[in-house]
């Protein structure tokens, strides 16, 4: 059987070449060795105490069928502590599952009660998010793997704390099947609540090779983390710069409008982020022609590319090939990617980057409605099939049957994109069929902001608009609900504790009466005109 633990790069690099930079952050850098012996010492503490040992001895089987192993909850941030939490686990053949810090504590709360945890782990700044609540609801073991003293308030005793236990020498992670769980990523969902995308090790793996291959990440690269972990674009960042033996270098979130200067302090050879990064930087004028010239690859991917964005960057950055791929989280992070000075790289009508082509043990396909693949050229639900697809969604047998149907005897997950395939092969997205947008590189579900905006309302016929729309993407969201007046600051207050910021509509109106479509539902379309409209 192949290794498939997700940290057993970081161990080969670690033998292989110990003192090499593998995580550089605020001035401090982690060697390889380090960085294994951090994760060693952790993984031999979550062993212990989970007895996960067993998980390597679990046959292979199918890559979509999950082979249940101890969950582990990281409640952190863009840290090394946050790295060292993530391989610790996979080191010790546990599932990993990110908990993001900027969610309301409701959130948090929902997603320790769905999810069983066994353990979880933080960082400095997830230590600071221990509530009396969310100790009380937390499983018993608690790690603490930051430098910093505790919060005042978080009681001590519930804590272990990384730096007491006892430092091993790094053993080889623990051997898993591929069908392992490896991790547990959280997108919005329609009822709510977040649903669950449970990812394999084989896949992981699987992706992690291919794309670091395609690439061509070399030992020297140092590469940019600019996501959080809850995002599954940080497990393409961690995984793929590990991979290749080189050098994460995490973008504190307090730095984002001075990622350019960051990325020239550290010279960069590799930039990963969402388009919208870049848009940002652009707008402040911080993208100026050469201000990135260390840069030798641009990963965007998580939103539509524009033309005029993917220009801007070639001056910016003009030794940099730049790559737009393509990020179903029940795809296992990108499954479809296209060079941006390729032939036909971007859809004419739209100036936005093609999707590209499926990568290496990845199939992609388009269909009707009714399921049939249609003829190539024509525009339907773009699909994915191959090794990278997620097991299920956590405790959703459904919706996991409805999303990954088999059609001519394979199994395919039905994006909900719209897309058609131009002669040369190159994919083409045409965005969103049903009301899921990606929104500043999230995908949010427009009817899980109306199920919240319903209940803090008492109102229920509600709506959620993605507006403004800029260079064919939304940057933000307006709430409408049907009444003659509301209190739109105290809506908006209340959502705030409900849902993340990105998801919380800028606006709320009041409409008198909610325009309805034929088929009985809300439309969107008339609301998107009302907004469209000039002030009166």
Same mark, same amino acid.
């Given at each position: 059987m192949n290794h498939q633990n997700l940290?057993?790069?970081?161990?080969?690099?670690?033998?292989?070449?110990?003192? %090499? @930079?593998?995580? &550089?952050?605020?001035?401090?850098? +982690?060697?390889?060795? *380090?960085?294994?012996?951090?994760? =060693?010492? #952790?993984?031999?503490?979550?062993?212990?105490?989970?007895?996960?040992?067993?998980?390597?001895?679990?046959?292979?089987?199918?890559?979509? %069928? @999950?082979?249940? &192993?101890?969950?582990?909850?990281? +409640?952190?941030?863009? *840290?090394?502590?946050?790295?060292? =939490?993530? #391989?610790?686990?996979?080191?010790?053949?546990?599932?990993?599952?990110?908990?993001?810090?900027?969610?309301?504590?409701?959130?948090?709360? %929902?997603?320790?009660?769905?999810?069983?945890?066994?353990?979880?782990?933080?960082?400095?700044?997830?230590?600071?998010?221990?509530?009396?609540?969310?100790?009380?609801?937390?499983?018993?073991?608690?790690?603490?793997?930051?430098?910093?003293?505790?919060?005042?308030?978080?009681?001590?005793d519930r804590l272990i704390h990384l730096q007491t236990l006892a430092s091993v020498f790094p053993h080889q992670p623990i051997e898993v099947a591929a069908s392992h769980t490896a991790y547990i990523i959280f997108t919005s969902g329609t009822t709510g609540l977040p649903k669950g995308v449970m990812i394999s090790a084989g896949s992981a793996r699987h992706y992690i090779g291919n794309i670091t291959r395609w690439l061509d990440l070399q030992a020297d690269d140092r590469t940019l983390e600019s996501c959080e972990l809850s995002f599954d674009f940080s497990v393409h960042n961690m995984f793929s710069t590990w991979e290749a033996g080189?050098?994460?270098?995490?973008?504190?979130?307090?730095?984002?409008?001075?990622?350019?200067?960051?990325?020239?302090?550290?010279?960069?050879?590799?930039?990963?982020?969402?388009?919208?990064?870049?848009?940002?930087?652009?707008?402040?004028?911080?993208?100026?022609?050469?201000?990135?010239t260390s840069l030798r690859k641009t990963v965007f991917g998580g939103e539509p590319l524009t033309e005029t964005l993917a220009e801007q960057w070639r001056l910016a950055a003009p030794n940099s090939e730049v790559a737009n791929l393509y990020e179903p989280t029940e795809a296992t992070v990108f499954c479809l990617a296209q060079k941006t000075e390729a032939p036909g790289a971007f859809s004419p009508d739209r100036r936005i980057a093609a999707i590209g082509t499926a990568l290496p043990g990845v199939e992609?396909?388009?269909?009707?409605?009714?399921?049939?693949?249609?003829?190539?050229?024509?525009?339907?639900?773009?699909?994915?099939?191959?090794?990278?697809?997620?097991?299920?969604?956590?405790g959703l047998p459904v919706l996991t049957q409805e999303r990954f149907p088999i059609l001519g005897a394979k199994r395919w997950y039905r994006t909900g994109d719209l897309a058609?395939?131009?002669?040369?092969?190159?994919?083409?997205?045409?965005?969103?069929?049903?009301?899921?947008?990606?929104?500043?590189?999230?995908?949010?579900?427009?009817?899980?902001?109306?199920?919240?905006?319903?209940?803090?309302?008492?109102?229920?016929?509600?709506?959620?608009?993605?507006?403004p729309i800029e260079n064919g993407s939304p940057t933000g969201i307006v709430g409408f609900v049907s009444a003659p007046s509301v209190d739109a600051q105290r809506i908006i207050a209340s959502l705030r504790t409900r849902i993340p910021h990105y998801m919380v509509p800028r606006r709320i109106i009041a409409v008198q009466t909610m325009p309805i479509n034929a088929s009985g539902k809300v439309d969107r379309q008339a609301l998107k005109c009302l907004l469209e409209q000039p002030p009166s």
């Open positions: 940290a057993i790069a970081v161990y080969r690099h670690a033998c292989a070449q110990p003192e %090499a @930079p593998a995580v &550089a952050f605020q001035g401090k850098t +982690l060697s390889y060795a *380090s960085l294994a012996e951090h994760s =060693a010492r #952790l993984a031999s503490y979550l062993s212990k105490n989970l007895n996960t040992g067993s998980a390597g001895l679990q046959a292979d089987g199918d890559l979509h %069928a @999950p082979v249940r &192993a101890p969950r582990v909850g990281i +409640l952190a941030s863009r *840290s090394p502590q946050a790295c060292i =939490a993530v #391989l610790g686990t996979c080191w010790a053949g546990a599932t990993y599952v990110p908990i993001g810090l900027k969610q309301p504590e409701s959130r948090i709360l %929902a997603l320790l009660e769905q999810c069983e945890l066994s353990a979880v782990i933080t960082d400095d700044e997830g230590a600071r998010c221990l509530s009396q609540q969310l100790l009380e609801d937390c499983p018993q073991l608690i790690i603490h793997a930051g430098d910093q003293p505790l919060p005042p308030g978080v009681n001590n080189a050098c994460l270098h995490i973008l504190p979130a307090s730095q984002t409008m001075n990622a350019v200067r960051f990325a020239r302090e550290a010279q960069l050879t590799v930039w990963n982020s969402v388009p919208a990064l870049a848009g940002l930087l652009r707008q402040v004028g911080a993208l100026k022609a050469g201000s990135l992609a396909g388009v269909i009707t409605t009714e399921g049939q693949f249609v003829e190539p050229h024509a525009t339907g639900e773009l699909v994915i099939a191959g090794q990278q697809l997620a097991q299920q969604y956590l058609f395939q131009d002669p040369s092969g190159v994919f083409h997205c045409l965005g969103r069929i049903d009301h899921q947008i990606k929104l500043l590189g999230y995908r949010v579900e427009l009817e899980e902001i109306e199920a919240h905006l319903r209940a803090v309302s008492a109102i229920e016929l509600v709506a959620a608009v993605p507006w």
